[in-house]
């Protein structure tokens, strides 16, 4: 039978895939993303318990839990226009100035890769007879 | 102690999703160097399939092949590959429509565990408001293709070794709690001395010659292993020691109780003095007490009579533990409304501040000429 630690595994592994996303990306958008996958995750154990116990607060608190994360994202996205307005971009690392004190400061040592050069598209030669063109289309 | 047996501790069950898992998104996460993705996809397939194998066979029931089995594993699945998808790919575009699937799979699990109204609302304010909004936000910001903040990752190795981790312990905790199988077999061992007609003889210790009679009995190896198994089980079904004398008379300290007299008194007499009548009686104690512990601490009890708790005496409440129906819409707005009145309130405070708080940071300063 599909029971409790069933949806608590599942549970477990979208919260732990949210932290590493949070942990290593560096795009706004992409970390609160991860953010809200990880409160899938707790919602997902909050009705699971909710169906175990036979009565429906798990349920409530997922409610809230919904509640919150749109908050949450006005919220969130509000400031990353305002972030992007200043720096012209999303990256987290742009507001390194905002770290604890006494830590370095990260910087991209290695460069990134060539990007692969596009093969063109083929062009077809012209062809055949020239269509005549009237007079107008040159005016 | 409630973990105190020692037959399930880190095993493939566990380690191979994990390992599996840690190398298959360390490998996707964006890099400096360019991976060809087809071994991550490979290395992500066989974790996902030794998540199944985990589900499968870690907590000891039988999964039946039902619709309910299917949709659980499809939705799972998708859950999962989708929400390493998200978390690995370079477009936060896709990133967000990976999200949108990973949310309706979760939709369908919440569909599963008969909360048709949360799955409502998920959709539409999830996957229906809060993404597009990412969308619109990501197509404002960035129309130049994905920058180098996208190529790059921080810290890969640390993040992924210290959330595999976290998962790797959890899945044990989880393991160790809702697996009963050794509780299982220890309860039909202990029936299966208890009915039996004799004493099998390789329980029984032999009788020493006449002329050393003083001397202690050493019991037999076999007698010593069910012993063992007993002790082991005792320990999985009993949470913890009684502290006060007033303690001792709760129902849950008096079945703990029962059982330790019972593999007491199979230690030190009966299996010494081949009593059969002793050993039977004892084995049919330890196999009721264990049950009786064993569905009170599973929540399967039926609490047909009344049971003396911390909180005073339990008196029964019907037959099982209550299934909640799935038609429950109506049942949870008058959840909502009478026992979390306050907190309902409360949230929509909040919507109501973090709507204004979100006009008051977007807004454009004009310039002060």
Redesign the interface.
Known sequence: ??????????G???F??????F?????L??M???A??ML?GV??NF??F????????G??F???I??????????A??????L?RKKR?????LWQALRDPGLEE?R?L????AEPKEEPLPVLSVSGIEPARKERDHA | MLLADSSNDLNWTVLLPVVA?GLA?WYM??S???RPMVFGALVGLIALAG?AA??VS??G????QTV??GL?FGF?GL??AF??L??T?RN?AR??LS?AI??LS?CG??L????P??MA??IV??AG??IV??LF??M???QEGP??????????D???V???V??AS??VG??R??DWRNVDSAIVHAQRVADAESVDRDYLSPLPPMENMGSPIPLTKKAEEFLGEMRTALNRVKVAAPRTAEDRRLTDHRLVQEIENAITGLKISAFKHHDVEAIQTNCETIAKGLTRLRNLRN?SATFEDVVRSEHGEVKPIGNG????PAA?VS??GR??FS??LL?IEL?GT??L???V???A??RRERKAS
């Open positions: 039978m599909i029971s409790l630690p069933h949806y608590l595994t599942v477990a592994v979208l732990v895939l949210g932290l590493i996303g942990l290593t990306r560096r795009n958008i992409v609160f993303l991860s809200e996958l899938q919602a997902l009705v699971a909710s169906r175990a116990h036979g009565n429906l607060h349920q409530v997922a409610l809230f919904i509640a919150v994360a749109a908050c949450e994202a006005g919220i996205l509000a400031m990353f226009l305002m992007y971009s999303l990256d987290i690392s990260t991209d290695v460069p990134l890769p | 898992g998104v996460l964006p400096t160097k360019r998540l985990f589900l870690g907590f029931d039988t999964i039946p309910e089995a659980f799972s859950a999962v929400a390493t998200m978390i790919g936060p990133s967000a999200f990973v949310v979760t699990l919440f599963l565990l008969a909360a109204f949360l609302a998920t304010i999830y408001a809060i909004t990412f936000v990501i404002l910001s960035q920058s180098s903040a996208d190529l790059r990752s921080r810290e890969p640390l993040a992924v210290a959330g595999f976290l998962l959890l899945l989880l393991e709690v809702y929540g533990p209550k299934q909640l429950n049942a949870i959840t909502l026992d979390h907190a949230a909040l919507l501040v973090a709507t708080g979100a006009i940071i977007s």
